[in-house]
């Protein structure tokens, strides 16, 4: 890559990195604010068991409590382990 | 039947006590008898914006308390017939509205409006939330800047959960997006959300597109809603949005960099 190309590549774009950073956070709240009161406290409660066996950053879990039918919820739960266990 | 509108946003200074006030006067300009009612206890405004800071005598709060009646309190517009405005209060007690004092008054101003204004606070608490109760409809400001847009997604669950609507079971409240200090030229150049990009997040329906305009600023420091301004561009944004409110179909405009005309490129514009 020439110099020139390589000032030319800086000009990102910084709309479009707004609105990638804008649609994830907020589809991410809005399933946060369909679900029930608890679900926080949870996530936060079950990232606090997880961190006792395993250093996981805090964006790495995510909870979700999905209503499949009107008898049917399933709680999901998706922890993404580092690399290197301790 | 009177219409309740809230212009609300979550985030402050997006531009919702100037909106208020252009749209507001709008409704009055085309003959539908309009009050504005500023929630902003503790924070008055309205009242400079539309320029009649001085005959404040009472304000919701005296009503709410029973210390004046509306009659005494509403301050009727010099300008614009048809038009009031309800001043806040400057308390700085926080709890001085009540659902039952709100709904109270809002009840009694139906009776004898078209169109009830409530320009909301900022925030999520129980100004905003009172705002925007009883509302039937509702104009989110939304800059196109991130931290504004993720308030508004936050303001549009409540409006779709915390409403009296909402509780009651009635058809939701309608929404409507305006964006606010809009700046063509760089969202060509890529450094702002443009109006596609800030509709495909929020996905409610756009009312209006506000530009950035030094009109606003010579509006609110002369205490003219910038509506009355009518050769500026933002004044006939606010009159496009107006209508559009009304149900009439309007293009939109001032969303694409204008070519600089001759003597503008010399004398600068
Ligand atoms: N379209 C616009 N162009 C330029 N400045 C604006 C525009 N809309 C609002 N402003 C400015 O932004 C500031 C905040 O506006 P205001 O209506 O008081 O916001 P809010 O009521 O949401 O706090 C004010 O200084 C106002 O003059
Ligand atoms: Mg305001």
């Known amino acids: 890559m020439s110099l020139l190309d390589y000032f030319r590549s800086k000009k990102t774009n910084t709309a479009s990195t707004a609105k990638e950073r804008l649609q994830i956070i907020v589809a991410h709240e809005r399933k946060r604010r369909s679900g029930p009161d608890y679900l926080p406290q949870l996530e936060r409660d079950i990232l606090e068991v997880i961190r006792k066996y395993v250093d996981i950053p805090a964006d790495q879990i995510a909870v979700s409590l999905e209503q499949r039918s009107d008898e049917l919820s399933v709680l999901e739960l998706n922890v993404t382990f580092p690399d290197e266990k301790r | ?269």
């Open chain 2, 1 to 269: 039947m009177a219409k309740i509108i809230v212009v609300t946003s979550g985030k402050g200074g997006v531009g919702k006590t100037t909106s208020s006030a252009a749209i507001g006067t709008g409704l009055a300009l085309a003959g539908h008898k309009t009050v504005i009612v500023d929630f902003d206890i503790g924070l008055r405004n309205l009242d400079l914006i539309m320029g009649c800071e001085r005959r404040v005598v009472y304000d919701f709060v005296n009503v709410i308390n029973g210390e004046a009646n509306l009659k005494q309190t509403l301050i009727k517009d010099k300008r614009v017939d048809n038009l009031f405005i309800l001043p806040a209060s400057q308390t700085r007690d926080k709890d001085a509205l009540t659902k039952e004092g709100v709904e109270r008054v809002l009840n009694e101003l139906a009776q004898d409006f078209d169109f009830i204004l409530c320009d909301s606070p900022a925030g999520i608490e129980s100004g905003a939330m009172m705002a925007l109760y009883f509302a039937d409809e509702a104009v989110v400001v939304t800059n196109p800047e991130v931290s504004s847009v993720r308030d508004s997604d936050r303001i549009i669950g409540m409006l779709s959960s915390k409403s009296r609507r909402a509780e009651q079971g009635l058809e939701g409240i309608k929404e409507h997006l305006l964006l606010t200090r809009y700046n063509p030229e760089r969202v060509q150049k890529g450094e702002m959300l443009s109006v596609e990009d800030v509709k495909e997040i929020l996905a409610i329906e756009l009312i209006g597109v506000i530009p950035e305009s030094q009109a606003v600023l010579n509006a609110s420091n002369s205490g003219q809603p910038v509506i009355m301004d009518k050769d500026s561009d933002a004044g006939q944004a606010y009159l496009d949005t107006v209508q559009r409110l009304l149900g009439e179909k309007v293009p939109l405009r001032f969303l694409t960099v204008e070519k600089k005309g001759f003597i503008k490129r010399i004398f600068g514009g």
